[in-house]
């Protein structure tokens, strides 16, 4: 079993901050990189940025310059810091890991239940 725990969502006024942690447990032989999605209402859910275990970032353009993901310290943790928030930042964010289990031969994306996120004032 392998879960990813999200924390840190909530409600904020436009241009505030918010972090995000995502920690992944369970029975894991190896993680290739984590990253962060959303969806607001509505909508699909969409890519917001993710890293590779390897050190390659990718972000969304509507959040490059504002938010920032990166590597916990502890293992197999990330962190989405979220900075000048738009209302239109506005969903529930996913956190997603690329994982490899001792039952399986290749990694294979896990989701997070979503913590929610509102900007609005």
């Known amino acids: 079993q392998v879960q990813l725990v999200e924390s840190g969502g909530g409600l904020v006024q436009p241009g505030g901050s918010l972090r995000l942690s995502c920690a992944a447990s369970?029975?894991?032989?190896?993680?290739?990189?984590m990253g962060w999605y959303r969806q607001a209402p509505g909508k699909e859910r969409e890519l917001v940025a993710t890293?590779?275990?390897?050190?390659?970032?990718n972000y969304a353009d509507s959040v490059k310059g504002r938010f920032t993901i990166s590597r916990g310290n502890a293992k197999n943790t990330a962190y989405l810091q979220m900075d000048s928030l738009k209302p239109e930042d506005t969903a529930v964010y996913y956190c997603?890991?690329?994982?490899?289990?001792?039952?399986?031969?290749?990694?294979?994306?896990?989701w997070g239940q979503g913590t929610q996120v509102t900007v609005s004032s």
């Open positions: 997603n890991a690329q994982i490899k289990t001792p039952t399986t031969l290749m990694f294979v994306p896990y």
């Open positions: 369970g029975s894991i032989f190896s993680v290739n990189g």
């Open positions: 890293f590779t275990f390897s050190g390659i970032t």
